[in-house]
């Protein structure tokens, strides 16, 4: 995983009030839940004591309760009471267990994949998506690595033959460019696919002067995504890392078409069936593919219009090794 960078991990409305939610994610077993107030807590999910997962056990005010012994542990993953030792017995530094850095932002539980620090910034979030939508959410699990699953979504040359009965219609299997910018930690690309009539050569990237006009897509680092549907319909979808091999993908249909609560829940409700479609057409061929990890240099032959997938690797290549260095 790429070090210090905010991974978007779950919906918030996973996090219920009083309950201890226990999950893998970034290879590591955590629990959340939420405080007294609501904010969010994260810590290991393995008690220190005995090994039991805490994720089993109870909140306690602001705390979560292990149910084998009722160790109670606070947000920064310290031990506060040891009830067999007594509630006014002191409890030494070393009960404790790794605490997480978590916000909760824009109906997402957000982890910073890093040590704490001063002033670490707020989770980058699309700007466009920020107010004025409502959503509807599905939640699905790939057996591939999160690497794999974010690809598949800058994979512009794949429309025509995974999505052939839905958003692939038309046969438009010939690729122009696609233009690839990168702003700071923000890939944007932009397709152009037609129909291959037999004497026309795709364009090559520095041939396309107009293509601001065209259809765009973005990707934030490292696990954020959005389709620019319309200024009225947008996709957006979270890869979230379980482990080397697993990934959880949540997928939003966000629309601004009507704010009347009945209309708007059933477009949101048909906009959420349909990404399932689309979704599911793209998960039966990814989780085919080997190695389950995508890397820099891999036993792949490339080609021009698999740009977005490129720029991919080699900035999260730039992250990692920078890291390292």
């Known amino acids: 995983m790429i070090k210090d960078q905010w991974y978007a991990v779950l919906d918030s409305k996973e996090i219920k009030s009083q309950k201890a939610y226990a999950v893998k994610?970034?290879?590591?077993?955590?629990?959340f839940w939420r405080d007294a107030s609501g904010k969010i807590c994260c810590i290991s999910d393995i008690c220190c004591h005995r090994g039991v997962s805490l994720g089993a056990g109870?909140?306690?005010?602001?705390?979560?309760?292990?149910?084998?012994?009722?160790?109670?542990?606070?947000?920064?993953?310290?031990?506060?009471?040891?009830?067999?030792?007594?509630?006014?017995?002191?409890?030494?530094?070393?009960y404790k267990?790794?605490?997480?850095?978590?916000?909760?932002?824009?109906?997402?539980?957000?982890?910073?994949?890093?040590?704490?620090?001063?002033n670490i910034p707020d989770p980058?979030?699309?700007?466009?998506?920020?107010?004025?939508?409502?959503?509807?959410?599905?939640?699905?699990?790939?057996?591939?690595?999160?690497?794999?699953?974010?690809?598949?979504?800058?994979?512009?040359?794949?429309?025509?033959?995974?999505?052939?009965?839905?958003?692939?219609?038309?046969?438009?299997?010939?690729?122009n460019g696609p233009v690839v910018e990168r702003e700071g930690s923000l890939l944007r690309f932009f397709l152009d696919n037609r129909v291959d009539n037999g004497t026309t050569v795709p364009l090559k990237p520095e041939q396309m002067p107009g293509y601001k006009d065209l259809f765009c897509l973005e990707f934030n680092f490292p696990n954020i995504w959005q389709n620019l549907i319309s200024d009225k319909v947008r996709a957006f979808a979270a890869f979230v890392p379980v482990d080397d091999e697993n990934t959880i993908v949540?997928?939003?249909?966000?629309?601004?078409?009507?704010?009347?609560?009945?209309?708007?829940?059933?477009?949101?409700?048909?906009?959420?069936?349909?990404?399932?479609?689309?979704l599911?057409?793209?998960?039966?061929?990814?989780?085919?593919?080997?190695?389950?990890?995508?890397?820099?240099?891999?036993?792949?032959?490339?080609?021009?219009g698999d740009a977005p997938i490129i720029e991919y690797r080699k900035y999260r290549h730039e992250l990692k090794s920078a890291i390292r260095n």
């Open 25 to 31: 994610r970034l290879g590591e077993k955590m629990v």
């Open 58 to 94: 109870n909140v306690i005010g602001n705390h979560v309760e292990c149910p084998f012994h009722g160790f109670q542990y606070d947000y920064s993953g310290k031990v506060v009471l040891i009830p067999a030792n007594g509630k006014n017995a002191a409890v030494g530094q070393q």
């Open 97 to 118: 267990v790794k605490s997480y850095i978590v916000r909760e932002l824009h109906g997402l539980i957000w982890l910073y994949w890093g040590e704490a620090k001063e």
């Open 124 to 175: 980058y979030f699309f700007e466009y998506l920020k107010t004025g939508f409502s959503y509807g959410t599905f939640i699905d699990h790939w057996n591939v690595h999160y690497s794999r699953a974010v690809e598949n979504q800058l994979d512009v040359v794949h429309l025509p033959f995974v999505h052939r009965t839905t958003i692939g219609r038309g046969n438009k299997t010939l690729v």
């Open 250 to 278: 949540y997928i939003r249909f966000y629309q601004k078409i009507s704010k009347l609560p009945v209309i708007r829940n059933i477009i949101n409700w048909f906009g959420v069936r349909s990404s399932i479609i689309i």
């Open 280 to 304: 599911r057409q793209d998960k039966r061929v990814v989780i085919t593919q080997l190695p389950k990890k995508s890397e820099m240099m891999m036993d792949e032959k490339l080609i021009m």
